[in-house]
Structure formats: C-alpha cells, structure tokens
C-alpha cells in the first residue's frame, strides 16, 4: 500500500501524528531501554545488550508500520462492505435517481460505516465545492485504502464523463465488483487456512516447551511452577495474537441481524445464558462430592454451557436455511410485483400459496403487517428481525428503498436474487474452512492434554523413585537431581492452558465462521472435556506402566 494513503487513512495530519503519536513513542522506547540497563546491569551483559536494542527499534518500527496497519484495517472493511453498496448503488439507479440524490442516500446509510465517509466526501465535493461527479470520484479514488473501492471509483468516473448511463453502467458493474469481492473473499479464506498450518506449529512449539519446562528443572534446578507459567502466558499470547490476526484478515460478513430491535431468537438466547451460569454454578457446589481428577471436575462445571451452545446453533442453522431461500422468494416477488404494476402487496399475497421452507412464516407475517397498514419500512424491519438474518434486512431494505423511489421490480428482485446467491456460495466456502479448523483444533487439544501428562507423570515418577533412595552418609539427593517439585501446582497450571487454548480456540472457530460467539461454547466445553479425558487416559497408562501411586 502507498505510504500517502497510509498516513492519509490515520485521519490526522502527519505532523500532528509525529509529535503527537510517533515521536512520544519512540523516546519512550529509548528511555524504557535506559532505564532497564541502570537498574539491572548485571542483567544485560554481553550478547544480552542487544534487548536494550531491540527496544527502540521495535517503537520506531511500530510507529511506522502502524499507518500501513490502520489502512489495511479500513481497506477490509470497505472491502466486506463492496457487494452491498454497489447493489444498492445499481437498485437506486434503476429508479433513475439524480447522482447527487444517489450518493447523499448512500452518505447517510449507517450499515456501511467507512463506505459512509467515502460516500459522504463525495457528496460533499459536489454538493459544496461543485465538483462534477467524476472529479470527486478521481478526488477520493486516489485517497482511499480500498483497491476495489478505488478501481471502482475510476470506472465509475471514466464512464460518466465518456456519456454512460449511470444505470447502465452500474448494472454492468454488478458483475464486475461481485468477481472482485469473491477474489477478495477467496483469497482471505486462503490466508487463513496457511494462518491455521502455522497455528498448528506454534501449538506444537509450545507444547515442547511446556513439556521442557516440566523436565527440566529436575536437572537444573529451577523453579518449575515459574516456568510452567511462563509457558501459560506462551500459549494465551498466541492465541490471541492469532485470533487478533484472523479477526483482522476474515471478511466482515456478519449472519445475524444487526438492528436494535429485540428478536425472539436474541431472547432465547439471552435467556439460555442465563440457565447455562445457573447450571455451572450448581454444578460447581455438587462437584465438591466428587472423586475425580481436577480436570474432570472443571470439565464438569462447564459442561451446561452447552445449553446455549445448542440454543444458538439451532438458531443459526435456522437463518442459514432461510438465507438459502431468500434468493427465490425475492425474485418471485419483484417478478410477481413487475407482473402487477409494482404492487408488492398484491405480489406478496399470490406468493402466500408457495412453499419457501421456514421463510414462509416470516413472508405471512410480512404480508399481514402491510395489510394492516403499518409503516412499509417498519413491516420490513420486523421481517429481517424474525428472519434473524444480517443478509435478509440489508438487501430487503434496498429493494423496498428502491421500488418506492420508481425501479422495475422484477429488474432490482432479479439483481438482488443473483448477488446473494453468489454470496451464500461464498459463505459456504467459509464454512468449509471452519469445519476444518474444527478438527485440527480438536486434535490439537487432544495432543496438549496428552503430551503434558505424560511429562508430568515422568516427573512425578522421577520425584517418587529418587525421594525413596536411600543415600550414603554425606551426600543428598539434591546433590544428583532435584525433587522439590510442585507437582499439584504444575496439574493446576496444564489444566489451565486446556481451558484457556480451548476457549481462544473456540473464539477462532466463530471468527472464520461467522456467526455468533455464543454458539462457540458447544466447541469450547466439548475441546475441554477432549483435552481433559485425554490427560486423565494418559496419566492412568503413565501410573500402570510407570508404577506411580
């Protein structure tokens, strides 16, 4: 990305963003590097100097990548938003609406956030500075983080001022964006699969060092429960730097409906996470009762979690099945609708005797919303809400924005059915790779739980056998090995790198996925209860074959 539209996108001026950002972080670095050296000189010496340099150079380095990563930030969220603006952009069109009308409805829409700004700049350059449409667009192409938005703003401003038709072109356009956006999607989907390949290998990384600071300080006597927490942080780290990673590189492609109306759906929800903490917490009090492992017992506690897990599973397969019906019904509509004169009323009461799967309800209770003569985007609203899908309430909004404004039905009904068609094929790609991810993850936990135990049951025989030798006159066993182990301590610190890996790994899942977090504890009890059952397995095999107590 070019470094102007890299300091540009930080939406202050560069100077303002050296002294006021930049440089405060660099002197803190030097100063931070100082500091540590006056203190613990001792600490510092020989090769270990060159930390005191890697200080300062990691400020200057952050200060200047960080431009570079605000805009890459931006430019995928543009980017997630491209399918949506530009078939509205294209309905609009088809209503023959002016281009300043067009892009002052695009400027005040708030579902496309940074897309809003963009539209708003424009707007303004031609409404306030009497720029003509394809010098703003020329003005804010060159400015904004986004390739796609960008190219689609040339092309956009290439064929107004060659005498194109804005519908034409945009309907033109629909295709051309919709092949970008699915590169776009393609090639994140891509990026994480090698982002999971190497998650994989630093998890395997960790667990080496987890097992080495386990063993080792029988040898070297050192502090085994310390290094044990180090190698917690280790693992907590690196999950959340990979799930910050994958959060910023996935497409912003949201499942649930995002109004502030309460659905239904979002009430059950709220009410199973309730049952669930209540169930954890009496579950917590009888477990007391309980012979078991602590792992087992922990699992145990979590386990009702899966009750919301459920609950929001279900619902969320319930919107992907009416996503997958959505593309026919809209179509039929504005086909219907076109056949009518554009009455939608007339067209959704014909539509009532077909089967559209569990968007036939919904469809009625549209239908007796508009009957009753309740506000046309109110009706709307409900709709998407008791669908539950972000998908629904966004391209429902536009077709009803633009058959009021004047478009042909059955030519927006058509355009809208086929990029959201395009758009579940691409989802279905995204839900390919989280199953995926899924297994891998499993198998990961499985490995932790087993890996670990086994290290500790090495030590715990270690401890046992040479504790119970008898040593001649003058010598300890201290002087050979070292026992002062805390073993209950080290069982405590593994079995919080189960649940800690299990939890950040279900948030991954969910991320790739899509959907709500909420049904992303099915993955974290069930990883749990996998990395708990496969330690307790291996501890049982390392105490029969081993002879520990």
């Known amino acids: 990305m070019e470094a102007k539209k890299a300091i540009a996108s930080l939406g202050v001026p560069l100077p303002k963003y050296i002294t006021r950002f930049a440089l405060p972080i660099v002197i ?13 000189p001792k600490l510092f010496l020989g090769s270990a100097q060159y930390v005191l340099l890697l200080l300062p150079i990691t400020c200057i380095a952050f200060v200047v990548m960080y431009p ?92 107004v001022q060659s005498g194109e038709p804005i519908e034409r072109f945009l309907e033109a356009e629909q295709g051309v964006v919709m092949e970008d956006y699915d590169t776009m999607y393609r090639g994140a989907l891509t990026t994480v699969d090698i982002v999971k390949e190497m998650f994989v290998s630093l998890i395997m990384s960790l667990i080496f060092l987890a097992s080495f600071s386990a063993i080792m300080p029988i040898i070297t006597g050192m502090n085994a429960t310390n290094l ?58 009888l477990v007391r009762f309980v012979t078991a492992p602590g792992v087992i017992k922990t699992a145990m506690v979590l386990t009702p979690l899966l009750y919301t897990g459920r609950i929001a599973s279900k619902e969320e397969a319930r919107i992907k099945r009416k996503d997958n019906n959505y593309p026919s019904f809209i179509r039929s509509l504005g086909s219907s609708a076109g056949a009518r004169g554009g009455m939608v009323i007339d067209a959704l009461k014909s ?13 009625n209770h549209l239908y007796s919303r508009l009957v009753a003569r309740i506000d046309k985007l109110t009706s709307w609203d409900f709709f998407a809400v008791e669908t539950g899908s972000n998908l629904i309430h966004r391209f429902s909004a536009m077709f009803v924005e633009s058959t009021h404004l004047g478009a042909k039905a059955e030519v927006v009904g058509d355009m809208i059915a086929t990029n959201i068609h395009r758009i579940i094929l691409l989802r279905k ?18 490995g932790i739980g087993f890996t670990l135990y086994i290290s500790l049951g090495v ?40 649940i800690s890996h299990s939890l950040l790994s279900a948030i991954m899942i969910r991320l790739v996925d899509g959907g709500n977090l909420l049904n992303g504890t099915t993955h974290f009890v069930l990883m749990v209860w996998i990395g708990a059952i496969s330690a307790v397995v291996c501890k049982s095999a390392v105490a029969s074959l081993l002879g520990i107590g």
């Open 28 to 40: 803190f670095g030097f100063l931070l590097s100082g500091l540590l050296y006056v203190l613990f």
């Open 429 to 446: 790609l995204r839900y390919q790779s989280a199953s995926t991810m899924i297994g891998v993850f499993y198998g990961l936990t499985a």
């Open 228 to 285: 044990m927490i180090i190698s917690v942080f280790a693992f907590v780290m690196t999950d959340i730097a990979v799930i910050f990673f994958i959060r910023s590189k996935v497409p912003q492609d949201k499942i649930w409906q995002q109004l502030d109306i309460e659905s239904a759906a979002k009430r059950n929800l709220k009410r199973s996470v309730t049952i669930s903490l209540a169930g954890c917490l009496v579950v917590l009090l």
């Open 351 to 363: 539509l009532r005797a077909h089967d559209f799967g569990p968007l036939t309800t919904d469809i």
């Open 459 to 498: 030590v715990e025989l270690m401890q046992g056998m040479f504790q119970s030798v008898e040593m001649p006159p003058g010598m300890s066993v201290g002087m050979i090995l070292y026992t002062d182990i805390d073993i209950g301590a080290l069982y405590t610190l593994v079995t919080i790198i189960i």
């Open 68 to 159: 570079f990563s605000v805009a890459s930030g931006k430019a995928n969220e543009i980017d997630s938003n491209m399918h949506y603006y530009v078939t509205q952009m294209g309905a609009l069109a088809m209503a023959q609406t002016s281009r300043k009308e067009l892009f002052s409805i695009l400027a005040n829409d708030p579902n496309y956030h940074l897309l809003r700004e963009e539209s708003q700049k424009i707007f303004l350059l031609m409404d306030t500075w009497n720029m003509s449409l394809s010098d703003a667009c020329r003005f804010v192409a060159v400015r904004t983080p986004s390739t796609i938005f960008a190219d689609f703003l040339d092309r956009l401003a290439h064929a």
